[in-house]
C-alpha cells in the first residue's frame, strides 16, 4: 500500500472535522476553504498531508450518452464525428442533432439501473444535476435501457408510416438497436448480429422497448472503506518546482496537478488536451503553455507547439464553426506561448524559428481575417467554439466569420505585440515572410503600430461604457452591433495583452461578473441550451479571470478566484475540464474531462502567477506577489528554472505589493532580477500587509 494510502486509512475515521475560524481561507454562501480541507454542505476533502487527498464528494464515474433513431442507414454523422453512445432504430442514427443526447452515470444501486422510458423524438428535458452521496458499488452495472415507441407504432398503423426527425419515412419496425464506443457496445451496427443483446425487444407488446447489458462502473479514483475517495501520489515530481506553504491543501492540489501533467504527456513528448482528449490542441496547449507549463515544461511546450504548424510553416488552426480558419480565427493563440517560452528559457535557437512561424501566419491573418472598415479580426471567439452554445441560433458559419470577438482581437493584439519583442531581441529589422510568398524587412515599430491600430479598433467598436466592459462580439449581417455579454476570457485577455490601460482594466475586472463558484465563461447565460460553453465555469478561464485581477490589484476577485479552483480541485481530486456554473458540479455539462491540460494548468498558475508573482520579461524577471490576509505564514517555490539560474523563492507575510525584496541575503531594488543571473539563488520577497477593499460583482 502507498504510503499515502496506509496515512489516509490510519487517520480518516470517517469523521470530519469542522474548519476553524483561524482555519479558514475563504467562506461563501455555498462552500469553505480551509487550510487543509474544503467543506461544501455535506461533502467534504481534506488533505491529510502533502501527497494525500480525500473527498466524500462523488467520484467521477463512467458516462454512457446514448439516443435514439430510425431505418436502415447511418445517415446523420459524417464518418468519424460520432462521439456518443447511439440507441438505433433499423440500424439508422437519424433522431437528434448532435448535442442533444440522453445520458446515464453508471453509479449502480444492488448492481443495476434501469433508465425512464424515454420517448423517441423527444429531445432531453434541461436538468441540473446536483451531487448527492454515491452508492459507491463498484464491478458491475447491469443496466435496463427502455425505449417508448408507441407513438411510432401508432402512426404506422394509423397513416401507414412515421417520419422521423432525421431520415427517410419509416413504413414498419423492423429492430431496434443500441450501438456505441463502451463495451459492450461497438460503433458498427453492421458488426451486431440480428438477436444479439444490443437489440431491443417488446415481449408484452406494451410498445415500450428495453434490453439489459452489463458495463463496467469505472470510477476516476479509488475509494477508502469509509466511501471516500482518494488521491494519493504516485508519480515522482523532482522534475518540478517543490512547493512548501503553511496550507496543507495547497501543497496536496499543486503536486496533485503536477502528477496530472506528468500523465498528459505522450509518447511523443507533446501534450494532450485531456484524458478524454488525447489530441495536441493549438488554443489549448497554448493558453495553458502561457498559464504555468513554460515555467514547468519547457521541453514539451515546445514539441506541442512545433506539431501545430503546418508543412507550409503556418500555425494550425483548430477545428470550430463551419470547419476551421478563418471562420475560427484565434490560432495566434500560439504566439503567447511561444514568447512565455522563450521569457523563460532564453532559448535563442527558438526565437528566430517561432518569429518566422509567427510572422508567417499573421500575414495569412491580416489577408484574409481583418476587416478593413473596421480594423478588428474576424472570426468565432476563442475557445467558444460550438455556436449554438454561445451564438444566435440564426447565424451562419458565414456571419460567425463577419463577427468579431473580443477575445480573438484580444489574441491578434498581443500576437503583434510578441512580434515586436521578437524583433528587437532580434535586432529590430526582420525580414518577415508575406502570404503570398517572400518577405520585407519589417521593423520593431511596425508590428507596434498594427498592434496600436488593432487596440485603438477594439477601444472604438468593442467598448460598452454602459456596462463597464467589452462586449462580447460585435455582429450582424447588415447593422452590426455589439453582444452586450460580459465573456470573462476575452476580458481578462484585454488586460493580459495590454488592450485595456491600468483604469480601464480595473474597472472592467471589478465590473465582470462573478458566480459564487467561479467566473462563467460569458454571462448572461443562454436561455433553453445545454451547460458546456454556456452557463458553466471552465477553471482555465477563472484562472486567466485571477490574474487579470492580480495585474491590476483588486483583492475580492483574486480571493474569489483561488477559492473557486481549490474547491473544485481538491473535492473532485482531478481537475475537471468544466462544471455547471449555478452548482459547481461537474454532472450536467455536455462533456467534461479529468486532468484538462487547461485546468491543470489553471491550478499552477494560482502559485505561480498569484501567491509567487511571477512575470517574465524579455530580459527580466519580476516578482507581483499577492496573498490574502487568511494565506499569512511563509512559503517557499524551490527550484524554479529560469534562463540561466535556478531559484528559490520565498514570500514572508501577506499583501498586495512587495515592501523589500532580498537575492541572497542582499536587498534588490525594483522587484526584478536580470536575465543574466546564472547559479542557484536563494530570492526572498517580504509583502507590505495592506490588503485594500476592492469591488467584485457578484450575479446569480
Not at 443500441?178 to 458498427?188: H, Q, R
Not at 451562419?396 to 493584439?413: K, M, R, W
Not at 474569489?560 to 482531478?574: D, M
Not at 502567477?609 to 519580476?622: E, I, M, Y
Amino acid at each position: 500500500m502507498p504510503r499515502g494510502l496506509a496515512i489516509a486509512a490510519a487517520l480518516l475515521g470517517g469523521a470530519t472535522r469542522p474548519l476553524t475560524a483561524q482555519d479558514a481561507l475563504h467562506r461563501n454562501e455555498r462552500f469553505e476553504i480551509g487550510r487543509d480541507a474544503v467543506r461544501q454542505g455535506d461533502f467534504e476533502a481534506r488533505a491529510l498531508g502533502r501527497d494525500t487527498l480525500v473527498s466524500s464528494y462523488p467520484r467521477a464515474a463512467r458516462e454512457v450518452h446514448f439516443k435514439f433513431g430510425l431505418n436502415g442507414a447511418d445517415n446523420e454523422f459524417a464518418p468519424g464525428t460520432e462521439q456518443l453512445i447511439n440507441l438505433r432504430l433499423n440500424g439508422a442514427d437519424n433522431e437528434f442533432a448532435p448535442g442533444t443526447e440522453q445520458l446515464i452515470n453508471l453509479r449502480p444501486r444492488d448492481g443495476r439501473i434501469v433508465t425512464p422510458a424515454y420517448v423517441f423524438g423527444r429531445a432531453p428535458e434541461a436538468a441540473i444535476p446536483r451531487p448527492v452521496r454515491e452508492a459507491g458499488e463498484e464491478g458491475e452495472a447491469r443496466v435496463t435501457i427502455r425505449l417508448d415507441l408507441r407513438h411510432v407504432l401508432g402512426a404506422i398503423r394509423d397513416s401507414g408510416g412515421y417520419t422521423p426527425p432525421q431520415g427517410a419515412r419509416l413504413t414498419r419496425l423492423e429492430r431496434v438497436t443500441v450501438i456505441g464506443d463502451t463495451e459492450p457496445l461497438t460503433w458498427d451496427i453492421r458488426a451486431v448480429p440480428r438477436g444479439a443483446a444490443q437489440d431491443l425487444l417488446d415481449p408484452d407488446g406494451d410498445g415500450i422497448y428495453e434490453t439489459t447489458l452489463a458495463f463496467r462502473t469505472d470510477y476516476s479514483r479509488s475509494r477508502l472503506a469509509d466511501g471516500r475517495a482518494i488521491w494519493a501520489r504516485r508519480a515522482a515530481l523532482d522534475a518540478f518546482p517543490a512547493l512548501e506553504s503553511p496550507e496543507p491543501l495547497l501543497d496536496a492540489t499543486y503536486r496533485l496537478s503536477l502528477e496530472e501533467l506528468t500523465q498528459l504527456v505522450r509518447t511523443d513528448g507533446a501534450l494532450s488536451a485531456g484524458a478524454k482528449w488525447p489530441g495536441v490542441w493549438t488554443r489549448d496547449v497554448s493558453f495553458a503553455s502561457l498559464l504555468a507549463l513554460a515555467i514547468v515544461a519547457p521541453d514539451a511546450v515546445r514539441t506541442s507547439l512545433l506539431a501545430k504548424v503546418d508543412s507550409t510553416g503556418r500555425i494550425i488552426q483548430d477545428t470550430g464553426t463551419g470547419g476551421s480558419w478563418p471562420i475560427s480565427s484565434d490560432r495566434l493563440t500560439w504566439a503567447l506561448a511561444a514568447w512565455e517560452l522563450y521569457a523563460v528559457t532564453g532559448d535563442r535557437d527558438w526565437l528566430p524559428r517561432s518569429y518566422a512561424i509567427l510572422a508567417r501566419s499573421v500575414a495569412a491573418d491580416r489577408h484574409a481575417v481583418i476587416d478593413p472598415a473596421t480594423g478588428l479580426a474576424n472570426g468565432e471567439s476563442s475557445f467558444l467554439d460550438w455556436r449554438e452554445q454561445s451564438y444566435p441560433r440564426w447565424m451562419q458559419p458565414a456571419d460567425i466569420y463577419q463577427s468579431q470577438a473580443i477575445g480573438t482581437n484580444a489574441v491578434h493584439h498581443g500576437a503583434y505585440r510578441i512580434l515586436a519583442r521578437m524583433a528587437r531581441a532580434l535586432g529590430d529589422t526582420v525580414a518577415a515572410p508575406l502570404a503570398i510568398g517572400g518577405t520585407r524587412e519589417l521593423r520593431a515599430t511596425a508590428w507596434d503600430a498594427m498592434a496600436d491600430s488593432l487596440r485603438r479598433a477594439i477601444d472604438t467598436h468593442l467598448w460598452l461604457p454602459g456596462t463597464g466592459w467589452y462586449g462580447q462580439f460585435r455582429y450582424g449581417r447588415l447593422s452590426p452591433s455589439v453582444s452586450p455579454r460580459a465573456e470573462a476570457l476575452g476580458l481578462a485577455l484585454t488586460v493580459l495583452q495590454g488592450v485595456a490601460d491600468s483604469a480601464r482594466g480595473a474597472a472592467l475586472v471589478a465590473a465582470a461578473p462573478q458566480v459564487d463558484f467561479g467566473t462563467p465563461t460569458f454571462w448572461p447565460f443562454i436561455p433553453d441550451e445545454r451547460f458546456y460553453h454556456n452557463g458553466s465555469i471552465w477553471p482555465f478561464v477563472t484562472a486567466f479571470a485571477t490574474w487579470a485581477a492580480a495585474d491590476v490589484r483588486n483583492t475580492a476577485v483574486v480571493e474569489h478566484g483561488l477559492a473557486s479552483l481549490l474547491r473544485g480541485t481538491a473535492l473532485f481530486l482531478t481537475n475537471k475540464e468544466n462544471m455547471v456554473a449555478g452548482t459547481g458540479h461537474f454532472e450536467g455539462t455536455a462533456l467534461n474531462s479529468d486532468r484538462q491540460l487547461w485546468s491543470v494548468a489553471g491550478l499552477l498558475a494560482m502559485q505561480y502567477r498569484v501567491l509567487f508573482g511571477l512575470r517574465f520579461g524579455a530580459d527580466s524577471l519580476h516578482f507581483a506577489p499577492m496573498v490574502p490576509p487568511t494565506y499569512a505564514g511563509e512559503r517557499t517555490l524551490r527550484g524554479v528554472r529560469w534562463r540561466g539560474a535556478t531559484l528559490d523563492i520565498t514570500v514572508r507575510g501577506t499583501g498586495s505589493a512587495l515592501s523589500r525584496m532580498r537575492l541572497d541575503g542582499a536587498d534588490v531594488a525594483g522587484g526584478a532580477l536580470p536575465a543574466t543571473l546564472a547559479g542557484r539563488h536563494v530570492v526572498v520577497l517580504e509583502l507590505d500587509g495592506r490588503w485594500p477593499a476592492s469591488r467584485m460583482r457578484h450575479v446569480e
